[in-house]
Each structure stands twice: as structure tokens, then as C-alpha cells.
């Protein structure tokens, strides 16, 4: 019902010399036949382990890179019926509002710290409520005599154990009820695969870090970040209910943000979605954009209009689903 192909785009300018890279895919529903829809995506188009997508190229060369990626689909607009494209800067938004019938999805903020000076210069910038929470969650282990070990894993040997302890408390935080709610993103074994062979590479190549808070010999919270250059990008993480009360993940942010002033890192990505853990910190702020552009054919145009009408009732359907679940469960 379900067919993929691979669209790898290489962006090369008047010398050759390799600028970019679009790493995209078709997807077509059904897989065979005329009636079907034709999507052009970016790979990694699922909101949760490919949490930004868009073009790989330097920042410089972005908007020669996304102009290049339009062109080449609107001159073989026969092949597609509609491109979701994701990522874009607001700098770059003007490029797509010039498409015929482009609609903008929806926004995604990303925040992120920009490092300077010392940990305690730092921390003292921050607002007030941040320092209450940093004072209570190390007050409360010290008052509870719970003494705690920060520990930074990155070697490719040690990386596996690692992951499989950070898929163990991701699911343990997910299946909390009381609290904000979270999807547990590694579920499946197709994804814990995938990251697996992600984080090896990275580890490699000293790009891969995983934080971890141990207490009593156990890990009780963990983080997954990739740190590149002077860079350091905070990823999912997971924690043990247990020692909720401790608000063990702010502690782990701190301690990582500590580790980052030491390591001479600059900027720390707090990862993309709005929310309190985040914001308190007072980031900086930047909006991602997502976009539904539909092909410049007559095919393109219903497809289009089709799928923008089964977003606007996805409320409805999923409230849907949500009855037949529960039915099928009674």
C-alpha cells in the first residue's frame, strides 16, 4: 500500500565542488496504480528521532542550496505531487512563499544557550524561579543524604550499555500519568537499532555524549546529546520515576551545562519544543518552519487540496480512533 524511493539531491556549484546535500523521499499511496498520491519529504519527516530536518550544507550556502532543491522539482513537477519541506529559517521563508499554492504548516521553536564567561556568572543571570529550582533539586539530595556522580560517557565501547540505559528510563518517564505527558520514541526495535548505529558512528568521530546522573551506583537520569565543534545539541532523555520528587533531569542539565563552561563549549542547543524546562533557562529562540507546496500540474493541485483538507479534520479522525480504541478494548 506503501511505496518509498530514495531522492538524494547533491547541490554543486559552477566548479562542481559539492555544496550541499537534500536528503529527501517519495512516497506514494497506494504504491501501484494512477490514483495515488506522490509526496516529496525530507528523510527523517517524523516528528520525534529526527527532530530538525532540511538541507546539510554550510549556513552560508542554505538559501543557494534551498533555491537549487526548487527549481530542480518545479522542472520535474511530472515526477511528484506535493513536497513537505521542513526546516526553514525565517530568512528563508520568502523563497517559498513565491511557490503557487504554498501553504505553511506550523512552527517549531528551537532554544538554545549561548555560552560565556563561567558557570556561576552564568547561572546568576538567569531569573529567579530557574535559581529556586537549581537551589531545591541539590538541596534536597544533600538533605536526603544522597550523594550523586555526574558522569560524561563518549567512548564507542562503553556507548552501547549506555543506550539501553537511557532506553530503559526514556520508558520509564513515559509511562508516568501524573505529569507532562511523553511519547516513548524508542518503542520500537526498528528505532533503538537506529540510534544505535547512529551513536557509534558519532562516538567515533567524538561526536557522541551521553549524560548521566548516578546515585548509589545506579543511573537514575540520562540525556543524549551530539556534540559538534563547539556545539553541544541536547537530545531525548529519560529518567527513573523513583526519584522524580528530586527533579533529577534539572540536575542533569545543570551538571551538563557546567560540563559544557569546562569543555569550552559555546552554544547549547536546548533541542526544539516549547515548554517550562526549556524557557526557564531564558534561551535564545529561533522558528522553524514547515511548508506544503504542491506541484505546478493538475494532479498536484488535487493531491494538494486533498491533503490540506484531511489535515484540517485530523482532530476529528484521531478522536475517532481514540473511541474505536477504546471500544475494541471493552
Avoid at 255 to 267: P, R, Y
Wanted: hydrophobic fraction near 40%; include cysteine; charge should be positive.
Amino acid at each position: 500500500m506503501i511505496k518509498d524511493e530514495l531522492w538524494l539531491m547533491a547541490c554543486r556549484d559552477h566548479t562542481g565542488a559539492l555544496r550541499g546535500v537534500v536528503p529527501m523521499v517519495l512516497t506514494e499511496r497506494p504504491g501501484v496504480g494512477w490514483l495515488r498520491s506522490r509526496t516529496l519529504r525530507m528523510i527523517g519527516a517524523d516528528p520525534n528521532i529526527t527532530e530538525l530536518s532540511g538541507p546539510i550544507c554550510a549556513p552560508d550556502d542554505r538559501s543557494n542550496v534551498i533555491s537549487a532543491l526548487l527549481d530542480y522539482v518545479r522542472t520535474n513537477a511530472s515526477d511528484w505531487d506535493m513536497l513537505l519541506f521542513g526546516g526553514l529559517q525565517p530568512s528563508e521563508t520568502q523563497l517559498v512563499e513565491r511557490w503557487k499554492g504554498a501553504r505553511w504548516l506550523h512552527d517549531k521553536p528551537d532554544f538554545w544557550l549561548e555560552l560565556s564567561g563561567d558557570w556561576e556568572s552564568f547561572r546568576s543571570s538567569r531569573g529567579r524561579n530557574l535559581k529556586e529550582s537549581l537551589r531545591k533539586c541539590y538541596n534536597s539530595l544533600k538533605r536526603d543524604g544522597h550523594a550523586f556522580e555526574f558522569r560524561v560517557v563518549s567512548r564507542p565501547e562503553d556507548i552501547p550499555a549506555a543506550l539501553e540505559c537511557f532506553f530503559a528510563l526514556h520508558a520509564a518517564r513515559a509511562d508516568l500519568k501524573d505529569t507532562v505527558m511523553h511519547e516513548n520514541v524508542f518503542e520500537h526495535a526498528l528505532a533503538r537499532a537506529f540510534i544505535h548505529s547512529c551513536f557509534l558512528e558519532a562516538s567515533k568521530r567524538n561526536q557522541a555524549r551521553v549524560f548521566q546522573l548516578v546515585i548509589g551506583g545506579d543511573v537514575v537520569a540520562t540525556r543524549l546529546s551530539f556534540l559538534l565543534g563547539d556545539q553541544l545539541y541536547l537530545y531525548f532523555s529519560g529518567y527513573s520515576p523513583q526519584w522524580k520528587q528530586y527533579s533529577v533531569m534539572t540536575t542533569v542539565l545543570a551538571e551538563t551545562i557546567k560540563w559544557s563552561f569546562a569543555s569550552n563549549v559555546k552554544l547549547v542547543n536546548l533541542s526544539p519544543g516549547r515548554d517550562v524546562s526549556k524557557t526557564r533557562w531564558d534561551p535564545r529562540e529561533t522558528t522553524f518552519r514547515d511548508a506544503c507546496l504542491p506541484s505546478p500540474s493538475a494532479r498536484g493541485a488535487i493531491v494538494h487540496r486533498a491533503y490540506l483538507s484531511l489535515r484540517e479534520h485530523e482532530p476529528k479522525f484521531r478522536r475517532l480512533l481514540w473511541f474505536a480504541q477504546r471500544y475494541r478494548d471493552f
